[in-house]
């Protein structure tokens, strides 16, 4: 059995409420998860982006590059989740 999840960039959970909260509940919020977390040892010969592309990227390695979308973006709706 694998237990282990596959990678995801974003990833939810929706915080603990106690019933006695006088508070509404929050729902469901976000978080990201970069990708050298789930690499474990940097493999060798792994694809670089030209010393150029690498700087607007900000990582020299392609496996590495992460892209960040605000989930709570403009509109009310995430894109995951």
């Given at each position: 059995?694998?237990s282990?999840q596959?990678f995801q ?8 409420r106690?019933?006695?909260d ?8 976000f ?6 977390l ?15 592309e ?12 992460d892209y960040y979308?605000?989930p709570y973006r403009?509109?009310?709706k995430?894109r995951?989740?």
């Amino acid at each position: 059995m694998n237990s282990q999840q596959p990678f995801q960039s974003v990833r939810t959970y929706i915080p603990p409420r106690s019933p006695f909260d006088p508070c509404p509940p929050i729902g469901r919020k976000f978080y990201s998860t970069p990708p050298h977390l789930f690499l474990g040892v940097q493999p060798p010969d792994l694809p670089q982006f030209s010393p150029a592309e690498a700087l607007r990227k900000g990582t020299l390695w392609k496996v590495f590059a992460d892209y960040y979308e605000n989930p709570y973006r403009k509109g009310g709706k995430p894109r995951h989740g």
